[in-house]
């Protein structure tokens, strides 16, 4: 799926010029935790968020953290600024991580995670057009496709033997699989107690596997299924 998949079209925006009350109240209206920042020709600048306003003189955060009295002259008036303007544009993160329409929601998803950010604004030829947020890759799961796998335990088989190789942490352990009656065996020396909950998830995620049975420090049987 692609970010224009899942992306919020109807966005709250404000001005750089609103104040922080203004912003907050916002936010509390739509139930939104960050909302873009445009200019009157609707150029995004930036986005403000609670992450921005968690060190607000209004909640006490009026002196200088002990970090801060580290920090170069002018990284401690751009803090003291962010912290006691009234203006949204003064508190603003400026220069957010943007993605085009077309971008990948894995990729979305790692932004995210490399920014520790909650939102990313979509952009198309410099234009805001939507965001998507983390509640918006939640959707994305609740409405991903089931697995495909054919019935049958040679099917299943197959398609556990397939997935257990698959960036698992599990490859080249020698992991084999039988499958009887819709229930997976998995055989092999596989010693962590990490790698033998992927193999159980790995056998989980298939479509027709009613249990997991362990037998890990063993032998595959003789004539069993093997990957």
């Given amino acids: 799926m692609l970010a224009k998949d899942v992306m919020t079209t109807k966005i709250v925006k404000v001005s750089p010029d609103n104040s922080i009350r203004q912003a907050c109240k916002i936010m509390l209206d739509y139930h939104v935790s960050g909302i873009p920042v445009v200019d009157d020709d609707g150029h995004l600048l ?16 009026g002196v200088f ?18 912290r006691c303007s009234w203006k949204v544009g003064d508190t603003m993160s400026r220069d957010p991580v943007t993605i085009d329409e077309e971008t990948s929601l894995i990729r979305v998803a790692q932004l995210m995670q490399e920014h520790g950010i909650k939102r990313v604004p979509v952009m198309r030829a410099g234009e805001l057009i939507g965001i998507v947020g983390r509640a918006d890759l939640l959707q994305a799961i609740l409405t991903a496709k ?47 107690a990490e790698c033998r909950r992927a193999a159980r998830v790995v056998a989980e995620s298939v479509r027709g ?5 362990e037998h890990f420090s063993q032998s595959c049987p003789q004539g069993g299924t093997g990957n």
């Fill in 146 to 192: 089931q697995d495909e796998t054919a019935a049958g335990d040679e099917s299943i088989q197959r398609s556990v033997a397939t997935r257990l190789g698959e960036n698992t942490g599990l490859e080249g352990l020698g992991v084999k699989v039988t499958v009887a009656d819709g229930t997976v065996h998995l055989w092999g020396n596989v010693e962590t």
């Fill in 209 to 213: 596997v009613r249990s997991v049975v």
């Fill in 46 to 61: 930036g986005i403000i968020s609670e992450g921005d306003l968690i060190r607000r003189t209004e909640l006490g955060g």
């Fill in 65 to 82: 953290a002990p970090t801060e009295i580290a920090m170069p002259a002018d990284e401690r008036a751009d803090a003291y600024v962010k």
